[in-house]
């Protein structure tokens, strides 16, 4: 069983900073991309910014400049440091890793979302 599980979303006023972690646990025999996406209400789920098992980065072009995203390959992590947030930036995030993972001996690879954590950045 693998589960991805997102900490550090919350308030916070514009021009301020959030720091968003995820965690993946369970069979992983290995991960190749995590990213973060994030859905406004009304909206459709989009992606923020993603990183491969090497460290190529790609974001949207509304964070660049302003988000950064990296990972620990050792801890299965990756985190997303946001920094001059600003009110449209207000959504649930979601951490996403497309892994291998084991179960009974046989390998299988597939997407795992985490639950999605509040970010609300009031002007």
């Known amino acids: 069983q693998v589960q991805l599980v997102e900490s550090g979303g919350g308030l916070v006023q514009a021009g301020g900073s959030l720091r968003l972690s995820c965690a993946a646990s369970?069979?992983?025999?290995?991960?190749?991309?995590m990213g973060w996406h994030r859905q406004a209400p009304g909206n459709q789920r989009d992606l923020v910014a993603s990183?491969?098992?090497?460290?190529?980065?790609r974001y949207a072009d509304s964070v660049k400049g302003r988000f950064t995203i990296s990972r620990d390959n050792a801890k299965n992590t990756v985190t997303l440091q946001m920094n001059n947030l600003k009110p449209e930036d207000t959504a649930v995030y979601f951490c996403n890793a497309d892994l291998l993972a084991s179960s009974g001996g046989i390998y299988y690879r597939r997407d795992y979302w985490g639950q999605g954590t509040q970010v609300t950045v009031s002007s």
């Open positions: 990183i491969t098992s090497r460290g190529t980065t």
């Open positions: 369970g069979s992983i025999a290995s991960i190749n991309n």
